[in-house]
């Protein structure tokens, strides 16, 4: 009984963890350019192809771009790499997702080291990854970025690149119980089954 309680609960969470599957959206490094950004600039930092730029995204810049869903998925992963570039001072780089303010981070001239833009020995560029999730089963997406910048692009500045989306679609529209859920009824199956086997 044990032995057949503890195949039954890998045959479960095998299940659960098929139910799920991601499905990639886009993946975009811009090394071929901007293709449906709205503002589809590119510049070159260290020798990499980014969105935006030294001289292109300061005050009041932003870009999006809207993709498809299928409508099946539960939520979508979202992930970038973001350029903090020259005299940030507190100011927001923010990501907007279908309205949704979902990533609003200050920064300052100071963090990270030299590396492009203006050749200031105080006003550094900083490289930020960032990884974010949002909840949606609509059928279209729409990423904006912008940030609060408040001078040109030759004074303060931002760019993202390796813009990456996965949608996490559940497979027959089956709902995948949570991983704390998962644990609880393994304990109470493993519970009952240690029971059993000690009274035979």
Same mark, same amino acid.
């Given at each position: 009984?044990? /032995? ?14 098929? %139910?799920?599957?991601? &499905?990639? !959206? ?6 071929? *350019?901007?293709?449906? +950004? ?13 969105? *935006? ?6 005050? *009041?810049?932003?870009?999006? /771009? ?5 409508? %099946? ?9 973001? +350029? /903090?570039?020259?005299? +940030? ?8 997702? %279908? ?15 030299? !590396? ?19 909840? &949606? ?20 500045? +931002? @760019?993202?690149?390796?813009?990456? !989306?996965?949608?996490?679609?559940? @497979? ?26 000690? /009274?035979?």
């Amino acid at each position: 009984m044990f /032995k057949n309680s503890l195949n039954f609960l890998l045959v479960l969470l095998t299940l659960a963890a098929t %139910n799920v599957s991601a &499905t990639l !959206i886009t993946s975009e490094d811009f090394t071929s *350019g901007a293709t449906g +950004w709205s503002n589809n600039s590119t510049s070159l930092i260290n020798g990499d192809s980014v969105l *935006g730029g030294f001289n292109l995204f300061g005050g *009041g810049a932003f870009t999006e /771009k809207t993709f498809n869903l299928s409508g %099946n998925q539960s939520s979508v992963d979202i992930s970038l790499d973001f +350029w /903090k570039g020259d005299s +940030w001072d507190s100011e927001f780089f923010q990501v907007f997702v %279908n309205g949704t303010l979902l990533f609003n981070q200050s920064y300052i001239y100071h963090q990270g080291s030299q !590396i492009a833009g203006q050749q200031h020995n105080a006003w550094n560029e900083l490289l930020v990854p960032i990884s974010l999730t949002f909840n &949606t089963t609509a059928t279209s997406l729409n990423v904006r970025f912008t940030s609060t910048l408040d001078q040109s692009a030759n004074d303060e500045w +931002w @760019a993202v690149d390796n813009v990456v !989306i996965n949608d996490n679609v559940v @497979a027959n529209n089956v709902p995948v119980p949570e991983p704390s859920t998962l644990a609880i009824f393994a304990l109470g199956v493993m519970g009952l089954a240690s029971r059993r086997f000690k /009274k035979q």
